[in-house]
């Protein structure tokens, strides 16, 4: 009995010894304070576009090849005869990378040791930015917010990290930069780079430098998002599915009534192909 206890105060000290450790300990000191509710601003006709210091649509003036720039003209003629155009969100598609962050409804960040959490609260959207110098992955199946590598950078040398640089791949689509349908290359072979850090003036307001190199592109695009930070938010669920009246039938855009019936999007839209239903017998009189 004696030595029973003995061996197990042992393992018990031995355990608590390795829990404090210093060198698994995380000190929150050495990274920025990123810390509360992220909101883009709302001011000087900033909605939901890529560049938020250009006005939505044409205004973007996106770098897009002749082809997509062809595909994107389609698509906002769709949405002027009252379709959806490129925009595959509206039936709940998540946004995915880099649209993302245009952040709709705030977010949150959390640093841990190892990765960053991203949590957007539109569609409960979350990314993971891994911190622990690993790669990208081989044979990682795509998703829409992609695989993302971190490092953190310590610009002035003082040990305490200024920056976060990401790099984002292994993305899958149909993804379009905002609203409008500015496109993104159909093969998802996307690459986007960003730079997180606060204004130097401002502490409460967070850059986002982001590079999007995309084959839809003729050259790289880069813009500088900003977001505004709430110290004492509140949060509420953004639930796409919940209410939504948009459908996508045989390729077309499709409205639900009031009334729950399928109605036409856009003028003189033909009616979708029911021919896996058998027509409505009429009772004889």
């Known amino acids: 009995m004696v030595k029973r206890n003995w061996i197990g105060a042992a393992a018990l000290g031995l355990s608590l010894a390795l829990a404090g450790a ?13 810390a509360g509710q992220w909101k883009k601003p709302r001011t000087g006709g900033i909605v939901n576009q890529w560049d938020i210091t250009k006005p939505v649509g044409r205004g973007q003036q996106a770098p897009l090849t002749p082809e997509y720039q062809a595909i994107f003209e389609a698509g906002l003629a769709d949405q002027e005869a009252g379709g959806q155009g490129n925009d595959p969100t509206g039936i709940c598609i998540p946004d995915g990378m880099p649209r993302a962050m245009n952040v709709i409804f705030p977010m949150e960040i959390v640093i841990q ?47 305490r990290y200024d920056a976060l640089e990401v790099e984002t791949r292994l993305l899958k689509g149909p993804r379009t930069f905002d609203p409008s349908g500015v496109p993104l290359h159909k093969d998802n072979q996307t690459i986007v780079k960003e730079r997180f850090y606060l204004d130097k ?39 796409c599915n919940e209410q939504n009246d948009h459908l996508k ?4 855009d499709y409205m639900v009534s009031a009334d729950g019936f399928i109605m036409p999007a856009k003028k003189n839209q033909a009616p979708p192909d029911l021919k896996f239903f058998k027509p409505t017998q009429q009772t004889q009189q």
């Open 22 to 34: 210093p060198a698994q300990a995380f000190d929150e000191s050495k990274y920025p304070d990123f």
């Open 249 to 252: 039938l045989g390729g077309e």
């Open 113 to 159: 040791p190892k990765v960053v959490h991203i949590m957007i609260e539109y569609l409960t959207m979350l990314r993971r930015i891994y911190t622990d110098g690993r790669d990208f992955p081989e044979g990682f199946e795509p998703s829409y917010m992609g695989y993302s590598i971190g490092n953190w950078i310590d610009e002035d040398g003082d040990g």
């Open 201 to 239: 003036a401002n502490p409460d307001i967070l850059r986002d430098d982001v590079t999007t190199i995309d084959h839809a592109l003729t050259r790289p695009w880069t813009v500088n998002k900003w977001y505004i930070r709430d110290r004492d938010p509140i949060w509420v669920e953004a639930i």
